[in-house]
T-cell receptor, first 111, second 110 residues
Framework: NAGVTQTPKFQVLKTGQSMTLQCAQDMNHNSMYWYRQDPGMGLRLIYY???????DKGEVPNGYNVSRLNKREFSLRLESAAPSQTSVYFC??????????FGEGSRLTVL | GESVGLHLPTLSVQEGDNSIINCAYSNSASDYFIWYKQESGKGPQFIID?????DKRQGQRVTVLLNKTVKHLSLQIAATQPGDSAVYFC?????????FGTGTRLKVLA
């Protein structure tokens, strides 16, 4: 158990709709991350938060916003969904050695 | 730019045999490496890690080997079992925290 809970697990949106993916950790670690996973590609970092109150862009931040609500929660928002954002999204928390522990994923389809 | 590649998209092994999954990276400054296992429909699961000051690390039935000279690491799974069937990928420290490989699908044949 990685101690990371993501909701929802599945979501279908129409182009232009907005939604928020929720992530919560129960391990009280400082750093949290949002990744997307697409076929034939490795996981790519969207945004991360090194500690409560801070967020930074990753490799593919365009079209997304994040909020580090408190130490436990880190949400990812799509303001105007596009078909290119169809993907599986993973939230992760950091570990004591710098390793990452992932949630079970949120599968998003944008029509 | 930075890149991480795996040598084989699919690896099939007989149950009970040893499996070796490879990963190559480009950034010589990378100093931390992790192997993950991902089962279908699930999130990546941490298996084992290694830092650049080591060239070998062992866990339970798994061994990671790091060759910094040629920028290559491998994951060895001893006595492969059906429950080992999954996609395995490496993560290499880089600019955006980690660079992830695309994965090797391990199929265990009965």
């Amino acid at each position: 158990n990685a101690g990371v809970t993501q909701t929802p697990k599945f979501q279908v949106l129409k182009t232009g709709q907005s939604m928020t993916l929720q992530c919560a950790q129960d391990m009280n670690h400082n750093s949290m991350y949002w990744y997307r996973q697409d076929p034939g590609m490795g996981l790519r970092l969207i945004y991360y938060s090194a500690s409560e109150g801070t967020t930074d862009k990753g490799e593919v931040p365009n079209g997304y916003n994040v909020s580090r609500l408190n130490k436990r929660e880190f949400s990812l928002r799509l303001e105007s969904a596009a078909p290119s954002q169809t993907s599986v999204y993973f939230c992760a928390r950091g570990g004591p050695l710098g390793e990452l522990f992932f949630g079970e994923g949120s599968r998003l389809t944008v029509l | 730019g930075e890149s991480v590649g795996l040598h084989l998209p699919t690896l099939s092994v007989q149950e009970g045999d040893n499996s070796i999954i490879n990963c190559a990276y480009s950034n010589s400054a990378s100093d931390y490496f992790i192997w993950y296992k991902q089962e279908s429909g699930k999130g990546p699961q941490f298996i084992i890690d290694i830092r650049s000051n080591m060239d070998k690390r062992q866990g339970q039935r798994v061994t990671v080997l790091l060759n910094k000279t040629v920028k290559h690491l491998s994951l060895q799974i001893a006595a492969t079992q059906p429950g080992d069937s999954a996609v395995y990928f490496c993560a290499v420290s880089g600019t955006y925290k980690y660079i992830f490989g695309t994965g090797t699908r391990l199929k265990v044949l009965a």
